[in-house]
């Protein structure tokens, strides 16, 4: 297994523009996280997956943004109207149930830039 | 609420030891997390301390007191690699799953 993996890298798009991320977990792992990072802060909680249901979702979470992780596998995350408030590092982050909730494995993040 | 204070930037010698100190305040408490971030990477976890002492791993050791809110990340024999951002990180409230990070602090090792 390579790792938890994110596409794109990066998007640049224009503000008003809906946009959708993607998030490969470690597979088995039945955890999933979407956190958001700008620049000289730490990675702020967005949501979090258990198999396929959505059982936590932080205030920041605005209902322009909507997550989903269909068959408990893959997760995306979309974005509409984006605002340029909304440019930041997308994370994603896996986690065995096994395993502590405090050992989270971070993807390389999707880098957004709204203009 | 929660709230983590560290640092924002520490600076030391290669070769040498240094401490990342990290204050927090939560409602509940389920440990102390570390993370190590180099620019335009992805955060990796290093350590976690759930009861007071100290953990050691390698060259890094994670020590914590619960009854002073308090703990620190300490690395040794620093080598320049070691230069990143590191943040410590609860879990945010009762019941959460999450983690609340810190600001980070940027550790710049020098020859």
């Known amino acids: 297994d390579t790792g938890v993996s994110q596409n794109p890298r990066h998007k640049i798009t224009k503000r008003g523009q809906n946009v959708t991320f993607r998030c490969d977990p470690i597979?088995?792992?039945?955890?999933l996280y979407w956190y958001r990072q700008t620049l000289g802060q730490g990675p702020e909680f967005l949501t979090y997956?258990?198999?396929?249901?959505?059982?936590?979702k932080s205030r920041l979470l605005s209902d322009r943004f909507s997550a989903e992780r269909p068959k408990g596998s893959f997760s995306t995350l979309e974005i509409q109207r984006t605002e340029q408030g909304d440019s930041a590092m997308y994370l994603c982050?896996?986690?065995?149930?096994?395993?502590?909730?405090?050992?989270?494995?971070f993807g390389p993040g999707t880098r957004l830039t709204v203009l | 609420g929660q709230s983590l204070e560290q640092p924002s930037e520490v600076t030391a010698v290669e070769g040498a030891i240094v401490q990342i100190n990290c204050t927090y305040q939560?409602?509940?408490?389920?440990?102390l997390s570390w993370y190590q971030q180099h620019d335009g990477g992805a955060p990796t976890f290093l350590s976690y301390?759930?009861?007071?002492g100290l953990e050691e791993t390698g060259r890094f050791s994670s020590f914590l007191s619960r009854s002073d809110s308090y703990g620190y990340l300490l690395l040794q024999e620093l080598q320049m690699k070691d230069s990143a951002s590191y943040f410590c990180?609860?879990?945010?409230?009762?019941?959460?799953?999450?983690?609340?990070f810190g600001t980070g602090t940027r550790l710049t090792v020098i020859p």
């Open positions: 997956f258990q198999n396929e249901a959505q059982l936590e």
């Open positions: 597979s088995e792992h039945n955890r």
């Open positions: 939560t409602s509940g408490f389920y440990g």
């Open positions: 990180a609860v879990r945010d409230r009762t019941g959460a799953n999450n983690l609340f």
């Open positions: 301390n759930a009861l007071d």
């Open positions: 982050a896996s986690s065995s149930d096994r395993g502590s909730y405090n050992e989270q494995f």
